[in-house]
């Protein structure tokens, strides 16, 4: 059976426990090189090794390819969380397995046995099946796939590995967690697949990552009693699209503190009755962590 037949085969039986990964379908240009197209769609040569992997080409230096050719192009995927869902049940339908809970919840800078926020968009990484070669290890795939032999634990821990060393044949799945696209990339996704910013864009991603970048700024104008300046960055935060409910809380908790501290009681009390809102563990404000002055405003 050809490397290409077992790759796909490997692919079935992976997707019928999971949800297929993201790609999209490109044609290729003249002069175009999966090294031009790797840097036009993710901004760097590296990945064309990926390319060659995932078209079941010969990612020895790479293939060459010709005008007309049809390749697929792997993207990120994204999800926004919702009420309820844990790191489980997000790797059962996305990775094929629950047991992945602990690596879908690193690639997103969290640990398994906190639940994620509730309209936090997380990073889903596309699955690469690989067909080991004879004497092939662990470490050959993370420094052709993920730029660095000591990444192989990724490997290990994704697979539930014991050995280092692979037997020729052996399906093995590489996840490509750094996989992002360019703006480029991003525009050929929606015209290629129709990817939208949940499957492919990742735009929700980003703007939550800005927000929470400004988060510690806001809480310190805070407590540092720059009450205008708070209220003009929180209102600003709040216009940016798709924010998790833990940093809409943390916005109205603060613009709460900061109209009541202005003086500005009618809108205190709104900002307050949006942070509890979001918050369902603001329903009983606790007397010892909330001021009299910010309850009499939620009243």
């Known amino acids: 059976m050809s490397r290409l037949r077992v790759a796909l085969a490997a692919c079935v039986v992976f997707v019928a426990h999971a949800r297929e990964a993201a790609a999209f379908p490109h ?14 769609v993710y901004g760097t040569t590296k990945l064309e090794s990926v390319l060659a992997a995932v078209n079941a080409l010969d990612s020895q230096g790479g293939s060459a390819v010709v005008a007309g050719m049809r390749l697929e192009l792997p993207a990120p995927w994204h999800h926004r969380v919702a009420d309820g869902e844990s790191w489980a049940q ?35 990484p596309y699955v690469m099946t ?11 795939l993370a420094r ?8 192989a634990w990724e490997i290990h821990t994704f697979n539930a590995l014991k050995d280092r060393e692979l037997s020729r044949g052996q399906v093995v799945l590489v996840p490509l967690v750094d996989l992002t696209l360019t703006a480029d990339g991003k ?7 129709g990817l939208d910013q949940t499957q492919g864009g990742g735009g929700v991603l980003d703007a939550q990552k800005r927000v929470a970048g400004e988060l510690p700024e806001l809480l310190a104008e805070v407590r540092s009693g720059r009450w205008v300046e708070a209220v003009a960055r929180g209102n600003r935060l709040l216009a940016a699209p798709e924010l998790s409910r833990g940093q809409l809380a943390a916005i109205h908790r603060s613009l709460t503190t900061a109209y009541a501290a202005l003086g500005a009681s009618e809108f205190a009390a709104a900002a307050c009755a949006a942070w509890r ?7 009983v404000l606790d007397p010892v962590s909330v001021s009299p002055k910010i309850r009499a405003v939620c009243k």
Request: charged letters at 25%.
């Open 277 to 283: 809102r979001e918050d369902a563990g603001a329903a």
């Open 90 to 124: 997000l790797a059962r339908a996305y990775l094929g397995d629950a047991e992945r809970a602990g690596a879908l919840a690193r690639m997103n800078d969290a640990s398994a046995w906190i639940a994620p926020t509730p309209g936090a968009e997380i990073r889903v």
């Open 187 to 193: 525009a050929d996704a929606v015209r290629a697949a």
């Open 144 to 151: 052709r796939y993920l730029g660095d032999a000591k990444r």
């Open 130 to 140: 690989i067909i080991a070669a004879t004497g092939e290890q662990t470490s050959d």
């Open 27 to 40: 044609v290729v240009q003249q002069g175009e090189s999966l090294a031009s197209i790797a840097m036009r």
